[in-house]
């Protein structure tokens, strides 16, 4: 039981309260991940004849993945709170819902089709260069094999009190269905295609980015929306309040208006995984624009989210608390933290 008349105590509930109690509504996919290693680099394959590639694997772990929850994942490190809206087979009950409870993450959000025994794979193979080839298979995100309706992204973000929402990678009628819904109830989002962006159709990329004001895509994919949008880059950058690229070992460029600006990568401590940085970069982004940072203190949090994660394997298994984030951050950038 607290005691409230403690006055030191009273102050730092008010003070957690502005941060912790801060809700972040995060739809896309729940996966069970596959990721490899090859001890090699994919370039001496290919060389402009057919793709007929056989490749010996140093290493092969399975763990928790899917972007919304890589995401949910590192915004419940950083003192926020997550709800993840996404649909899952029986499986779930198969090891990950007690990876979520152990995380104090919620699982009222999840939507559990009780007659599909799989939800979303992700196979992941990245050579010593940091190149990755990954395929997914979709599962439960797919109304081809779920027909359990999921609440949209709006009714679920009223319903949470959710200060602000993130479009995670999922199918494009998945992710068209809810940003239609939160651009009627005028709740902000942050577009996030993800890899499977060059799946999409014309028709599925241009509406998407009609609907949406904010942005978070790497270099292929900022491409890939340049080459797909009539205009460019020009008219992209009229178009969105602001769009950050991430350029993997070179940093990140961001437009915002009239202004563009970078922030440079950051030396990892060592080297071990790339797979999740890209989640643990929009989670830490967007948790430090919900706490009230301006955007370029926030991309210069998720610089340093994702890299922690690279150096970390998997896509769930690093650690931070919040106050050795803060640290960490003051000893990198000179400043003080967003969070």
């Given at each position: 039981?607290?005691?409230?008349?403690?006055?030191?105590?009273?102050?730092?509930?008010?003070?957690?309260?502005?941060?912790?109690?801060?809700?972040?509504?995060?739809?896309?996919?729940?996966?069970?991940?596959?990721?490899?290693?090859?001890?090699?680099?994919?370039?001496s394959y290919g060389d402009g004849q057919p793709l007929n590639m056989s490749v010996q694997l140093s290493e092969l772990n399975q763990g928790f993945g899917g972007c919304a929850m890589n995401i949910a994942y590192t915004l419940k490190l950083l003192g926020f709170e997550p709800i993840p809206l996404v649909r899952v087979g029986?499986?779930?009950?198969e090891g990950y819902r007690e990876h979520l409870a152990n995380l104090n993450i919620t699982t009222d959000a999840i939507v559990v089709d009780t007659r599909l025994p799989f939800s979303s794979r992700?196979?992941?193979?990245?050579?010593?260069?940091g190149n990755q080839i990954t395929a997914f298979f979709p599962g439960s995100s797919d109304p081809r094999y779920s027909t359990v309706p999921v609440p949209s992204a709006a009714e679920t973000a009223r319903r949470f009190k959710c200060d602000y929402v993130i479009l995670a990678p999922d199918l494009p009628q998945n992710m068209l269905a809810h940003a239609e819904s939160l651009s009627v109830a005028d709740i902000p989002y942050l577009f996030d295609p993800g890899q499977g962006l060059p799946d999409f159709s014309d028709e599925h990329t241009k509406a998407l980015v009609a609907l949406s004001r904010q942005a978070v895509v790497n270099e292929h994919e900022w491409k890939c929306l340049i080459d797909r949008i009539d205009g460019g880059e020009s008219a992209l950058r009229r178009h969105f309040d602001w769009i950050v690229v991430t350029h993997g070992a070179d940093g990140v460029k961001v437009y915002s208006g009239s202004r563009t600006w970078q922030v440079a990568s950051i030396k990892p401590e060592t080297f071990i995984e790339h797979t999740g940085c890209g989640d643990a970069f929009r989670a830490a982004l967007v948790g430090a624009l919900t706490a009230g940072a301006d955007l370029e203190r926030s991309v210069k949090a998720g610089v340093l989210a994702a890299t922690i994660k690279l150096e970390s394997p998997g896509t769930q298994l690093h650690r931070m608390s919040v106050d050795s984030f803060r640290e960490r951050y003051r000893e990198t950038f000179s400043e003080p933290a967003p969070l």
């Open positions: 039981m607290v005691v409230a008349n403690d006055a030191r105590l009273s102050r730092a509930l008010s003070c957690t309260n502005i941060f912790w109690m801060k809700k972040v509504l995060v739809t896309g996919t729940l996966a069970i991940d596959f990721i490899g290693r090859y001890p090699g680099t994919f370039e029986t499986d779930f009950h992700a196979f992941i193979i990245t050579d010593d260069d």
